[in-house]
Nanobody, 125 residues
């Protein structure tokens, strides 16, 4: 599976952005796709994930209620709609994929075998 993340940019606080993660490969619909982010000077952290087979969705507490993850199997693409952006959301956002992730490890970056290159989101105050 090859992943391409896009959609980052510079926006003022309170604005919205939609990130896209386009995937290649015939097994897309069986994947779990996760979004992670790494802010300057911080560890990479889990943001959201979606199981494309079944549709289960998971969010971190810091983005729940503001971010929405969704998938389009026909387009082999997962989206992350980010509303009410805050300066602390500034980070490089990565999408990742794997076909065999248990519930207890879905928020762990080491559970994902395939990674995109990242897209920078900068939120100004």
């Amino acid at each position: 599976v090859q992943l391409q993340a896009s959609g980052g940019g510079l926006v003022p606080a309170g604005d919205s952005l939609r990130l896209s993660c386009a995937a290649s490969g015939r097994t897309f619909s069986r994947q779990t796709i996760g979004w992670f982010r790494r802010a300057p000077g911080k560890e990479r952290e889990f943001v959201a994930a979606i199981r494309l087979s079944g549709g289960s969705i998971y969010y971190s507490d810091s983005v729940r209620g503001r971010f929405t993850i969704s998938g389009d199997n026909a387009k082999n693409t997962v989206y992350l709609l980010m509303n009410s952006l805050r300066p602390e959301d500034t980070a490089v956002y990565y999408c990742a994929a794997d076909a065999a992730i248990g519930l207890s490890t879905i928020r762990l970056s080491r559970s994902y075998a395939y990674w995109g290159q990242g897209t920078l989101v900068t939120v100004s105050s």
